[in-house]
Every structure is written in structure tokens, then in C-alpha cells.
């Protein structure tokens, strides 16, 4: 069963950084895609950013492009999601997931596992 455990949440003010992090484990795949989502209480889940297994294809959401930077270091089974110029609206539940495809993917079905999220606030 692959795992995925994210960290590096917290509280920051806004226009402060935060860097998270997400383990892998157990993957069944040796080339596969990564993604950021977030979801905020009475939402849904929407996308974050996404990264091939090359990394040489990324994606964002409109709100995060330019702010956000994901990456990835295969050696370690690691996706980061460096988050700059943070505001109040990035507030939510941050969800790394893992997909057996090719290309960066910005669909929530693409996926088949999903961490346990990491809490991130931007206080204003």
C-alpha cells in the first residue's frame, strides 16, 4: 500500500513562506505523477500544482502561479510545494497525492493515493 505523509504546515502571517514536504512509500510505480490540492471546511477539494515524474511538466492553479513553486527529488520519493507571498485564502487543509501517469495532472481522479493533509493558516 503506497503511503504519502505530508508535513511542514503551520501558521504564518500573511505574505510569509511556507515549505511542505510529502513522503512517499511502498510505490508500486517507478514513474508516476504528483499533486498539491487544498480544501477548506464547506468546500471542495480543488488543485494546488502538479508535477510529472520527469519534472519537466508542471501546472498550477491560476491563484498559486507565480507564488507557488512545486518540485520534486525522485532519490528520495519527496514532493515539496514551496509557498511564497502566502494570503488568508491559501487557508486550507493541504493534501499531497500520487498518480500512475505520465504528465502533471490537475484532475483529483488521476490520483489514486492521497496523504492525510497538513494543516496550513495565513493569519491576515
Known amino acids: 500500500q503506497v503511503q504519502l505523509v505530508e508535513s511542514g504546515g503551520g501558521l504564518v502571517q500573511t505574505g510569509g513562506s511556507l515549505r511542505l514536504s510529502c513522503a512517499a512509500s511502498?510505490?508500486?510505480?517507478?514513474?508516476?505523477?504528483m499533486g498539491w490540492f487544498r480544501q477548506t471546511p464547506g468546500k471542495e477539494r480543488e488543485f494546488v500544482a502538479a508535477?510529472?515524474?520527469?519534472?519537466?511538466?508542471?501546472k498550477y492553479a491560476d491563484s498559486v502561479k507565480g507564488r507557488f513553486t512545486i518540485s520534486r527529488n525522485n532519490a528520495k520519493d519527496t514532493v515539496y510545494l514551496q509557498m511564497n507571498s502566502l494570503r488568508p485564502e491559501d487557508t486550507a487543509v493541504y493534501y499531497c497525492a500520487e498518480g500512475d501517469v505520465l504528465y502533471s495532472s490537475s484532475i483529483d481522479r488521476d490520483y489514486d493515493y492521497w496523504g492525510r493533509g497538513t494543516q496550513v493558516t495565513v493569519s491576515s
Open positions: 508535477i510529472s515524474w520527469s519534472a519537466l511538466d508542471t
Open positions: 511502498n510505490l508500486s510505480s517507478s514513474r508516476y505523477a
